[in-house]
């Protein structure tokens, strides 16, 4: 046999979920290097999850075929699977360079450019292949893109016109109910998730999706039930085994939530994926002792894999050692210079390590690629701090940066102390996990699920106009500058892109933070406890100081919480929650984006 006859049978043989007969098939080839043997292995290393073998063996492919845009395209599809989005981008360039008519590259490319903050030109590339041929899949890819800017009426048209062209394909209404949910839609969503799945069909994402949709419909149960069988069919499946850790964490399991996860990781030693997931989890929970557990065994495994040395890096600095994180996160930033998350890990702990002037030469360039985003205006901020540059006095004025107002009672409702009794009430309804998420600030409390804005409640509904009023008034006294990364975007109208609430318990607190996708964030004290510590700040609202501490940056200013004061202020500067001893402290944030 030759082989391409060969490759032929062990491309039939994945397609029906047989890798062991297609690595079986392809295997006689290997050794002579074929170039097409190598990349066939690799992409069963792919459908295996080993996903850092499955991009060595198609790197190999390469060297020998570098002209193939196939090769390349299929390289993006290991490097997205990965996580490492600006490289998978890249390779579709690549193979598009190579073949300017490679429609399903152009798609990829605009998948991995979403997930790397490229939404818009993930627009442009749909738009243009919808100019050439109006088609399903590009439809979809314009739906994805317009929801990940926020624009998810127009996202939910995009997929309307693709489910008109393919009314039965799964991927498309799939990410309809994306749409769906990303309107506040959740029932439509959740109708839209469960009937593909009773039909049948079958897929990790879907199985995922699904069961946010019941988490956020507070069916906890079915949701668990959901992701367990998904993780009985795909049990290796990174981001499965973490949604279901995150439910039994929010209902209160404590350290016993990752015990699947671990399972899995025994089950497959191979997959260093796993660890790396599991350590992510682990960490965010603060047990970062047994994170790097893991992480020491994915290295001995991989130990020149990027994301593995990164993980190893973020865990050393967030341990207290940020002197030893350096060389893991430099060797990361080496082998994956495009990855803006790995790069931000270095940058922190160059500023952690007291080098602000390399951590300032890792931020520039993303600064300037990224102007908007607002984790690395808020890491410049500390690097300029630092140095003692005037420039970091421009971006952070506390005084006249931070707005604080007294909200208006709404209409209906005598004084603000007899709206925040209702608004309360109302809030407290969606309250009630018995743990934090991991993925949020807070400390010892809760956060609602729900996103506020998309919810029928009409105490809800008033609170969410009643802020409208302070929010133009905060804008409107900013100064017109172009260079000014918070005054740049002042314009005739915005949004609130997201609102949500708060309740921190005694004990509790919000760990220092910014908000990356924000513009204008803010905080609005609905209940303050009694006999807080002026002196102490005890649940004040601080600002100046990163997560982790850093020389010279402490906090510069504090707020007194007050029910009924609304306070506005740019999403990039660090700000938190000190702890409090006794009561409850519930708050209303949200974030304001350019209309």
Not at 280 to 296: I, N
Not at 467 to 473: E, G, H, N, S, Y
Not at 572 to 582: P, Q, S
Request: glycine content about 6%.
């Amino acid at each position: 046999m030759t082989v391409q006859s060969d490759a032929a049978r062990a491309f039939a043989a994945l397609k029906v979920g047989a890798p062991q007969e297609a690595e079986r098939l392809i295997a006689p080839h290997v050794k002579d290097n074929a170039p097409l043997a190598l990349h066939v292995l690799g992409l069963v290393r792919k459908s295996q999850g080993s996903l850092g073998d499955a991009e060595d063996l198609i790197r190999r492919s390469l060297q020998g075929d570098p002209r193939n845009a196939a090769f390349h395209h299929n390289l993006a599809l290991v490097l997205y699977a990965a996580g490492f989005f600006e490289r998978a981008a890249e390779s579709c360039r690549t193979a598009l360079a190579l073949r300017p008519d490679f429609a399903i590259a152009a798609r990829s490319l605009g998948r991995a450019l979403i997930d790397c903050g490229g939404a818009q030109e993930a627009e442009d590339i749909a738009r243009t292949q919808l100019a050439r041929s109006p088609n399903a899949e590009a439809f979809d890819l314009l739906s994805c893109a317009l929801r990940a800017q926020g624009r998810s009426g127009e996202a939910l048209e995009a997929s309307d016109a693709a489910l008109a062209l393919q009314p039965h394909n799964a991927g498309v209404r799939h990410n309809r109910g994306l749409a769906l949910s990303a309107l506040g839609r959740s029932k439509a969503a959740l109708d839209t998730f469960e009937a593909l799945a009773a039909e049948g069909v079958r897929a990790p994402a879907l199985c995922l999706n699904h069961a946010r949709a019941l988490i956020g419909a507070r069916r906890d149960a079915h949701a668990l039930a959901v992701l367990e069988a998904g993780l009985a069919q795909w049990p290796d499946d990174a981001a499965l085994h973490t949604a279901l850790a995150q439910a039994r964490w929010l209902r209160g399991d404590g350290d016993d939530f990752v015990d699947a996860f671990e399972r899995a990781i025994v089950q497959f030693p191979e997959r260093t994926a796993l660890k790396v997931a599991c350590a992510d989890l682990l960490r965010r929970a603060d047990l970062h002792a047994r994170a790097q557990a893991h992480l020491d065994a994915a290295l001995l495994q991989r130990p020149d894999d990027a994301a593995v040395l990164a993980a190893c890096g973020v865990v050393l600095d967030e341990s207290g050692s940020p002197d030893e994180a350096l060389a893991p996160l430099a060797r990361a930033c080496a082998k994956a210079p495009e990855a803006a998350p790995i790069r931000a890990a270095y940058a922190h702990a160059l500023l952690r390590s007291q080098r602000p002037e390399e951590a300032l030469a890792q931020i520039a360039p993303m600064r300037a690629a990224r102007p908007h985003d607002q984790a690395w205006i808020g890491l410049e901020t500390l690097a300029l701090r630092m140095t003692g540059d005037v420039r970091c006095g421009r971006l952070c004025d506390y005084e006249s940066m931070i707005g604080v107002f007294t909200l208006e009672p709404p209409p209906g409702f005598a004084t603000i102390e007899d709206f925040n009794a209702r608004f309360g009430q109302a809030l407290r309804r969606l309250h009630g996990d018995a743990g934090h998420p991991l993925d949020q600030t807070l400390r010892q409390g809760s956060q609602t699920r729900q996103d506020l804005r998309f919810s029928d409640d009409p105490v809800i509904r008033a609170f969410l106009e009643a802020v409208r009023a302070p929010i133009r008034d905060y804008v409107a006294a900013m100064p017109h500058d172009a260079a000014h990364p918070l005054y740049a975007r002042k314009g005739q109208d915005f949004r609130i892109a997201g609102a949500w609430s708060a309740l921190l318990r005694a004990g509790g607190a919000h760990v220092n933070h910014v908000h990356p996708a924000g513009w204008i964030s803010s905080a609005y004290y609905v209940e303050v406890p009694q006999d807080l510590d002026a002196d102490a700040h005890e649940g004040w609202l601080s600002f100046g100081a990163p997560r982790w501490p850093i020389a010279g940056c402490s906090a510069e200013r504090f707020i007194e919480p007050k029910a009924g004061r609304l306070v506005l202020f740019p999403s990039y500067f660090w700000h938190g929650v000190t702890a409090f001893a006794r009561g409850e402290r519930m708050t209303a944030p949200f974030d304001v984006v350019p209309a």
